[in-house]
């Protein structure tokens, strides 16, 4: 016996009395229509972000870095989605150190893609001297009653950023001195 189409079974529809959706079967409507004081978070729109992102809010120099550094460097580094680092970009809410960081790791993607000249050597020096400096700062900051015991980590992992970066810090060169 063939098998016509109305011969096989029909998949059951469901009228209109019998329609219900997830959020009345569960109760989430009911949740959300109540208003009892909490309050639910809602990102704003993204074409408003990225209106903010591209009005005067953000440095151009500041907004190619960011958009290059997703661009190429976010598949090996996944650390922040680029929404979320962008919303906080807006919002200046990112230490400049980072974004000296990003404009040094993306400088010569820039220069690669689009032929301008960045000078990626003077953002990596800006790097450096805002962490040395940030580390003096940490020891000589503390008060003489407890020891330098927080300076030593701090120390310690910047060394291991400044060998990883292959930074020399003047080992090959000495600065001038101020006379």
């Known amino acids: 016996m063939a098998s016509t189409p109305s011969a096989l079974p029909k998949a059951p529809s469901l009228g209109s009395d019998m329609a219900v959706s997830w959020a009345d079967r569960f109760g989430a409507s009911s949740a959300m229509d109540d208003d009892s004081g909490t309050e639910?978070?809602?990102?704003?729109?993204?074409?408003?972000?990225m209106r903010r992102f591209y009005s005067n809010k953000v440095d151009p120099e500041t907004r190619e870095a960011i958009l290059t550094f997703f661009d190429y460097s976010y598949s090996q580094i996944p650390i922040i989605h680029p929404s979320t680092f962008i919303?906080?970009?807006?919002?200046?809410?990112?230490d400049p150190l980072l974004i000296d960081a990003i404009?040094?790791?993306?400088?010569?993607y820039i220069t690669a893609n689009t032929g301008r000249i960045v000078d990626a050597s003077e953002y990596s020096s800006s790097v450096l001297s805002q962490i040395l400096f940030s580390l003096e700062a940490a020891i000589t900051g503390s008060h003489p009653g407890a020891p330098n015991c927080s300076a030593t980590p701090l120390r310690k992992r910047t060394c291991k950023l400044l060998l990883r970066a292959n930074w020399d810090c003047y080992l090959s060169a000495f600065p001038s001195r101020l006379e």
Not at 41 to 48: E, K, L, M, N
């Open 40 to 49: 639910y978070f809602q990102a704003p729109p993204i074409g408003d972000l």
């Open 87 to 94: 919303r906080r970009v807006v919002a200046k809410e990112v």
């Open 103 to 108: 404009k040094a790791v993306s400088a010569r």
